[in-house]
């Protein structure tokens, strides 16, 4: 297992390579200039003053020039520095970084612990009123968008009960107690689309594991019910589920764009949001970069897992 391991990250290198080329790229397709941003309070600029800006910045060089040294920098750790208050984007994503993690791992917790029971009480009982109930809630969950949950949490509460959430961000070791008046509530938009996914996958997988034979061998050797689906069938339904939970990885963070903004909370998907109106390019490509390298690492703890659920399957 270490040496597919090994394999698989070094395999990565040329996928990280692609990722920053594209980013490089795109950046440079945003409409809009930085440099116009920071000489609007100036009156009229002059040229000689947009070009002084404009090499100060580093953003006139040309754009094979600007992709090495940025490639570069980022096998080194240096994702470069933000454009408005010069601080390293390094620095500034570390900070913002445990609160989208915290919000995403409470996020996952919740949904796993409650889609997974559900998803499998939905297969047992199939064609129940419980399993067509279950079933209900899992395409309403997909259906509903995450800023019109996100939205009814904030406003309906304060209209109906007078009660309005802290929008002021504490850190759990802080006050762990008012840390997650704030985090429940945005772990919970993110965490709906995710249980009812993962819900409707591990109701079609444990489906499929039901009418396996060696499913059928368990109930002729007389066990029981709970026995043969927690020991015999529940680790091998789950590596679809295990599979779509790290795909949701990216939908989590994707999702923390809208939870951040509509919560107040100071993480990585606000710090997007924010740079992009301001344009900060390197603070951009810091934030996407980082996501897809954390994507690349969970598809392979993923792959990794396969092995643990299901004996068989080994790593040549």
């Known amino acids: 297992m270490a040496r ?45 003053a947009r070009a002084l800006v404009t090499h100060k910045l580093g953003i006139d060089k040309p754009l094979l020039q600007l992709y090495a040294e940025y490639a570069l920098g980022v096998f080194r750790g240096d994702l470069g520095k933000s454009l408005w208050d010069t601080r390293p984007v390094t620095q500034i994503i570390w900070e913002r970084a445990p609160v989208t993690a915290e919000v995403s791992i409470v996020a996952i917790f919740f949904s796993v612990i409650i889609s997974i029971p559900l998803g499998v009480i939905s297969a047992v009982r199939r064609g129940s009123l419980v399993d067509h109930s279950l079933r209900i809630m899992s395409i309403l969950g997909i259906s509903l968008p995450g800023f019109v949950l ?16 802290p929008f002021q961000y504490t850190s759990f070791w802080t006050d762990p107690f008012e840390n997650m008046k704030l985090v429940l509530p945005a772990a919970g938009v993110n965490g709906v689309l995710l249980s009812a996914s993962i819900a409707r996958m591990m109701r079609t997988t444990m489906l499929d594991v039901l009418n396996q034979d060696y499913m059928r061998t368990a109930r002729a050797k007389g066990l029981s019910t709970s026995r043969i689906i927690i020991q015999h ?48 390019y390197p603070i951009i490509q810091g934030v996407v970069v980082s996501v897809g390298i954390l994507v690349m690492l969970t598809n392979l703890l993923v792959d990794l897992s396969y092995g643990y659920l299901d004996p068989r399957i080994r790593y040549s």
């Open 4 to 48: 597919y391991a090994g394999r698989r990250l070094i395999g990565m290198i040329p996928t990280v390579l692609v990722l920053l080329a594209v980013v490089v790229v795109l950046i440079r397709m945003l409409p809009g200039d930085i440099v116009d941003i920071l000489l609007s309070q100036s009156g009229q600029p002059s040229a000689e």
């Open 150 to 165: 996100a939205t009814s949490i904030v406003i309906l509460p304060a209209l109906w009960w007078k009660v309005s959430l």
């Open 233 to 280: 069938g529940l680790k091998n339904a789950l590596i679809p589920v295990v599979t779509l939970l790290g795909l949701q990885v990216t939908v989590l963070v994707g999702g923390s764009v809208i939870t951040e903004s509509v919560f107040a909370l100071p993480g990585l998907g606000r710090l997007l949001l924010d740079s992009l109106t301001n344009r900060d």
